[in-house]
């Protein structure tokens, strides 16, 4: 079993700044991806950022410029700091995982449980 245990989510006013963190543990062989997901009420979800095992990162055009994903290999635990938060972010973000687990040639899918975020004056 793998878990991915999200934190950092919170109000905060137009222009701050949070960051939020997702830690994956479990019987982990390697992942492929981790990723930031939102979805606001009423709309559906899209990604907000990813960034695979090469490194590589990638962002919607809606965040780029303002948000920033990175990870700690060593400890499977990604990042997403969002800067110049706009009201239109406010969302439940989403930590998302693509690995192999231990023992299976297989590429799974994980999802945290959720962490608000709530930007408003």
């Known amino acids: 079993q793998v878990q991915l245990v999200e934190s950092g989510g919170g109000l905060v006013q137009p222009g701050g700044s949070l960051r939020l963190s997702c830690a994956a543990s479990?019987?982990?062989?390697?992942?492929?991806?981790m990723g930031w997901y939102r979805q606001a009420p009423g709309k559906q979800r899209e990604l907000v950022a990813f960034i695979p095992s090469g490194g590589s990162t990638n962002y919607a055009d809606s965040v780029k410029g303002r948000f920033t994903i990175s990870r700690d290999n060593a400890k499977n635990t990604v990042y997403l700091q969002m800067n110049s938060l706009k009201p239109e972010d406010t969302a439940v973000y989403y930590c998302?995982?693509?690995?192999?687990?231990?023992?299976?040639?297989?590429?799974?899918?994980?999802w945290g449980q959720g962490t608000p975020v709530t930007v408003s004056s």
């Open positions: 479990g019987s982990i062989f390697s992942i492929n991806a």
């Open positions: 998302n995982a693509n690995l192999r687990v231990l023992r299976s040639q297989e590429l799974y899918t994980y």
